[in-house]
């Protein structure tokens, strides 16, 4: 959890410097592969929390209270956990898309005059 902390506080440290810098050809590519590795990592990490979100959903329904109704019982972790991967799958497709994009804008030239974005 610690390393996850440290990740989150140097994010929180790159967004607030981002908006205040120009951006060459070469450091936004990058970024655009950091964006794919992120979205990667998350993934990785829902599928890792499957597991653990199932037996805690079956822990959680031996101890519901039958009386309640379905719309009484909060959503299951698991299914809350699948929407989230669906939308991390959504965020790595496009982050792909966006950074084989710039690569591509870089080798064809499409940028020519214009090295900062």
Known sequence: MEQLD??????????????????????????GGLLTQISAALLTLTDLLGAPAHHYDRTRLLRADTDATPAERLPAATSLL????????????????FHADLRRCLRTGAHRGNNRW
């Open 6 to 31: 440290r990740v989150l506080e140097t994010f929180h440290h790159v967004n607030r410097a981002l908006p205040k810098t120009v951006l060459g050809r070469e450091e936004l590519i990058a970024l």
């Open 82 to 97: 699948r929407d989230c991967r669906d939308g991390f799958l959504t965020a790595y497709t496009s982050a792909r898309a």
